[in-house]
């Protein structure tokens, strides 16, 4: 996003406002991260919205039910409703809570779910940073939504939220690691850490081969990515307190758990954080182990240097002369965009990314049900169940996976 | 289920084994087993037709025989207040004019705050004038709304003339009586008086 942010600077933007290319650069970068940002909380809020909606329903098919059917066509407009009940709500708080870290922790879980959108990618170019550290970043990054359960347990002064947050704390030590482990076998594999370089290792050929549609996806590459998919899987469920590892938040013997105090926006904050940090494990999920983009629709070629704000930039400069109004400038920018994606090129790079982004999103959206449907067949286990999987069985399993990946990488570079 | 399904139930039940890391990998494929198990069955139960009906828009099939609302068929009724009577809990009121076949039933009430839809008041009516349609969704949001009329409204006119009628119906019995006495005095007459 960097290189295309400076490009756009000086080429699109620099061309058609000389004036502009005077201010500093950095502002230009706030400007395009602050209106990234902005698109991520509103994919953010979409997801918890779709999702919530997606999984009451398949809830209720599963329980051979309905599930909500009745707020506009098919229920559709249910979650709606269900966000304007709770803005509407009144916001409480405990007289005992610790009132700064009972204000602190929603935003802090909510940051911790935020913050690896950042580097995730929806398609090849449609990504926000293209960051050489992703994964390193996603995985480090993730451990803040648990300080701030961790506040929220400790804050409100109750002891649900106490057992809850002292149970995550307990299983967050148990899965970390072993997903860690599942993540090195990928790294190890592609030798890297960037996303990007990930998926493009998974669209190319194996041991020397050309390996037509899917079978160039990591799971297909090796056993031990395979084993490992299933294990960040587990893991996965475990780290975004999914069935059956719901135990910080278990509503048989804890009431909400760690989020049983908050009411109303700031608990909506817990529950779209939740919603976001599902979609990060299957989107993951998914661009580690399943191919990315490389998905079962194929995508047509592309030279590796083609960019649509290459194109855009070109089709702007080229229309300059024309356009020397203020109107006709604006004209002009939004015209050129438009004309450049409707030439052959940029046909093919918008075609592209559409069916990357498809791509992309069925697999995790696929993985998202798998959730699911596990939450509504899948008993909560124990505490000490979830420390025995994660340490003696997942734990054991992935540093048998990660010495295969090594072996394999040795034998066959 | 399938056979698949019982021998992975069997694999799972397997009885744990002596050697401990035999006992951990039995574990694990218990686990794995069951969870495949688990999410099998609720698969096919996510493809199921639901059984939640759409109550409002799709309404349920009342099977025949169904007790619900009264009906009255007041032409037949007879002013026996049977059912009245008969009624466990006391929520039928009946009133009215005349008595057999030339009635004119002015109220009957049924309180559905108290009924219990027993039956008793339709099996005890001689002219099977009441009966229990298949009428449910009887809720109501006050006590007085739980008051059900049936009998039609009566004007004035209505009442005043069949009480008219009632008068001219006894007016000629009385007539009738006072010829049929008159015709056994005279004869007696005739015939003399009895021998005692």
Request: glycine content about 8%; charged content about 15%.
């Amino acid at each position: 996003m960097d290189e295309f942010i400076q490009h756009f600077h000086t080429t699109a933007v620099g061309a058609l406002w000389p004036s502009l290319l005077s201010v500093p650069i950095w502002i230009t970068f706030a400007v395009a991260y602050a209106v990234g940002a902005a698109i991520i909380l509103a994919w953010m809020a979409v997801m918890a919205l779709a999702w919530t909606y997606g999984e009451r329903r398949i809830a209720g098919f599963i329980q051979v039910r309905l599930g909500p059917n009745r707020v506009g066509p098919q229920g559709i407009l249910q979650p709606v409703a269900d966000a304007v009940k709770l803005l509407a709500k009144e916001d409480t708080m405990p007289d005992v809570a610790s009132r700064a870290l009972f204000d602190v922790a929603p935003f802090l879980v909510f940051l911790g779910a935020m913050i690896p959108f950042a580097v995730l990618p929806f398609s090849e170019r449609l990504v926000l940073t293209n960051m050489d550290l992703a994964l390193y970043y996603i995985l480090a990054f993730q451990a803040i939504e648990v300080i701030g359960i961790l506040m929220a347990g400790w804050g409100p002064g109750s002891k649900w939220t106490l057992y809850g947050g002292m149970r995550l704390a307990a299983q967050m030590l148990s899965y970390e690691i072993p997903l860690g482990l599942c993540v090195l076998v990928i790294v190890l594999l592609a030798g890297s850490l960037n996303l990007g370089d990930i998926v493009r290792w998974q669209s190319h050929d194996a041991f020397g081969l050309h390996t037509p549609w899917i079978f160039g996806w990591a799971i297909f590459r090796s056993p031990a990515a395979f084993a490992a998919f299933v294990m960040f899987y587990v893991g996965g469920l475990a780290a975004t307190k999914r069935a059956p590892f719901d135990l910080p938040e278990a509503e048989s013997e804890l009431v909400a758990g760690y989020h049983t105090e908050y009411s109303g926006l700031r608990f909506s904050f817990f529950f779209m954080s939740e919603y976001a940090a599902m979609y990060v494990i299957c989107a993951l999920a998914a661009v580690l182990f399943l191919g990315g983009w490389h998905g079962p629709i194929p995508r047509p070629t592309l030279p590796e240097d083609a960019s649509l704000i290459t194109l855009w930039g070109e089709a702007i400069r080229a229309g300059i002369p024309g356009a020397q109004s203020f109107l006709g400038k604006f004209a002009l920018f939004f015209s050129s965009l438009i004309r450049t994606v409707l030439t052959p090129d940029g046909l093919r790079i918008v075609a592209n990314e559409v069916i990357g982004a498809v791509n992309l999103l069925g697999k995790a959206f696929g993985l998202y049900f798998i959730m699911i449907w596990a939450r509504w067949t899948l008993p909560r286990i124990r505490i000490d169940q979830v420390m025995y999987l994660c340490l003696k069985v997942l734990l054991p399993a992935g540093l048998v996976c990660v010495i295969w990946a090594l072996v394999q990488v040795v034998i066959f570079p | 289920m399938s056979s698949g399904t019982t021998a992975a139930a069997a694999q799972a039940k397997r009885v744990p084994r002596r050697n401990p890391l035999g006992r951990y990998f039995a574990d694990i494929w218990a686990g794995i087993a069951t969870t495949y198990l688990g999410m099998r069955v609720t698969i096919t139960y996510f493809f199921r037709e639901p059984v939640t009906l759409r109550y409002p828009e799709v309404r349920p099939a009342i099977p025949p025989g169904h007790r619900g609302l009264h009906a009255l068929d007041e032409s037949k009724c007879t002013l026996c207040h049977l059912c009245e009577n008969n009624c466990p809990v006391h929520c039928i009121t009946v009133e009215g004019l005349g008595r057999a076949r030339e009635t004119l039933v002015t109220r009957y009430d049924v309180d559905y705050s108290k009924c219990l839809f027993c039956n008793i008041c339709a099996e005890v009516c001689p002219t099977q004038c009441v009966s229990l349609t298949e009428r449910y969704n009887l809720a109501a949001g006050s006590r007085e709304a739980c008051q059900f009329h049936f009998a039609r409204p009566k004007s004035d006119e209505e009442v005043a003339g069949f009480k008219a009628l009632l008068a001219q119906r006894e007016a000629e019995r009385k007539a009738r009586m006072a010829q049929k006495e008159a015709e056994r005095k005279a004869k007696e007459q005739q015939e003399g008086p009895k021998p005692q």
